[in-house]
């Protein structure tokens, strides 16, 4: 017994930033972005807009997709780290807006790998033959927490949301394994405090420094190379499947350096790497279902495919997911 993805869905803010609109307000170039990070523009929310209605537009395509309605849903699992509140959850505030109510709504914090390890959450409890039909997303609004003053943050992050909808499958398709990992002695390679920041970018507030997101960009560079590459070989060898007989790796989307790197430790070509990176930026947890989302949509994936999720970010927290399509 396991569950399969039977449909994923996007939703982004309405506003488009590009590197040259980031010339503007600081000190950086189209040029440098684009070569260190592969990014060339992200989407950002704004104030008054909400980032769990972005969420719930995810997952109404999702749900349409599926040829499901909220109602059928029997939890809801969110992996984020953006929620307005310390209580409730993210996923509690979308349940609430997908008219849903006593069906099990929690979040799971693990930054950048909140889909990653959100989606084994939910596979692991289907397996246990506790739900039939769920909902995980990964949402995340980074922008809100970066200070917009730091250019070698400010650059980096997008927001939005990305959900697929899981459902109980027995059978040879369906998430096969994963494998999630975390190392808190790294915690201070990227963070930010609990209520840190929490405003827009329109919003033209100036705070202070210190409660913005904090990151040793080289460093975690280098660890998430490596621990990417190292849980992908694992949940692979542990199914039995050869790296070659993967169709698709959908990483986490936070450089486009990183994931070149990940995919030649691999040997694996360009062509079975899905990358979206210098459309959205990183969108933290968000990133993956929403990569995994356009990877379908452009035809990259197929039935009976070996695809692979992958991701690592703060905590430091790293994992993937190996699904037979
Ligand atoms: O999502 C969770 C996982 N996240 C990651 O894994 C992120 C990992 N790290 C990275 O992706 C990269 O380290 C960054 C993209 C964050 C930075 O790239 P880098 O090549 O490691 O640059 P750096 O931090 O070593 O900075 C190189 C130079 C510095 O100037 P000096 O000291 O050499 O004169 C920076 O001040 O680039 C400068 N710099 C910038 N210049 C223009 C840093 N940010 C910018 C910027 N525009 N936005």
């Given amino acids: 017994m396991g569950s399969r993805i039977v ?3 996007r939703a ?6 590009t590197n040259h609109d980031l010339e503007r307000r600081m000190d950086t170039s189209d040029e440098w972005i684009r070569t260190r990070t592969g990014i060339a523009q992200r989407y950002v929310i704004s104030s008054g807009e909400s980032l769990v209605e972005i969420a719930a537009q ?14 059928d849903l029997e939890a809801i699992v969110v992996g984020t780290v953006s929620s307005d509140y310390g209580f409730p959850s993210f996923a509690c505030q979308l349940q609430h807006r997908l008219g849903l109510d006593t069906i099990p709504a929690f979040d799971v914090a693990a930054a950048c790998s909140g889909f990653v390890y959100a989606l084994s959450v939910g596979d692991t ?3 246990a ?5 769920i909902l995980v997303l990964g949402v995340d609004a980074l922008s809100t927490m970066v200070d917009w003053g730091d ?9 939005g949301a990305g959900a697929a909808v899981l459902v109980k499958e027995n059978g040879p398709r369906g998430v096969l394994g994963s494998m999630l990992r975390s190392s808190g002695g790294f915690w201070d390679l990227l963070y930010v ?19 913005a997101i904090t990151m040793k960009g080289p460093e975690l560079f280098k660890i998430a190379v490596k621990s990417m590459e190292d849980v992908t070989r694992k949940v692979a060898e542990r199914a039995r499947v050869k790296l070659e007989d993967i169709s698709l790796i959908v990483p986490h989307q936070a450089n486009l350096r990183i ?3 990940v995919a030649q430790r691999l040997g694996l070509g360009p062509d079975k790497v899905f990358t979206n990176v210098d459309r959205y930026g990183n969108t933290s947890a968000a990133s993956v279902p929403i990569a995994l989302d356009e990877a379908i949509e452009a035809g990259r994936v197929h039935d009976h495919d070996l695809i692979m999720l992958n991701a690592c970010g703060g905590g430091l927290t790293w994992g993937a997911n190996l699904i037979r399509w």
Avoid at 129 to 133: I, L, P, Q, T, V
Avoid at 151 to 159: C, E, K, N, P, S
Avoid at 193 to 211: H, S
């Fill in 7 to 9: 449909a994923t869905g």
């Fill in 12 to 17: 982004t803010p309405r506003t488009l930033i």
């Fill in 58 to 71: 995810a997952s109404q395509i999702a749900l349409d997709r599926a040829g499901l309605k909220p109602a």
């Fill in 125 to 127: 409890y289907m397996r």
């Fill in 129 to 133: 033959g506790e739900w039939s039909r």
């Fill in 151 to 159: 250019r070698a943050t400010a650059v980096l992050f997008g927001d």
């Fill in 193 to 211: 405090k609990n209520r840190g920041v929490q405003t827009t970018m329109d919003a033209e507030v100036r705070r202070p420094n210190d409660d």
């Fill in 259 to 261: 994931i070149n790197a």
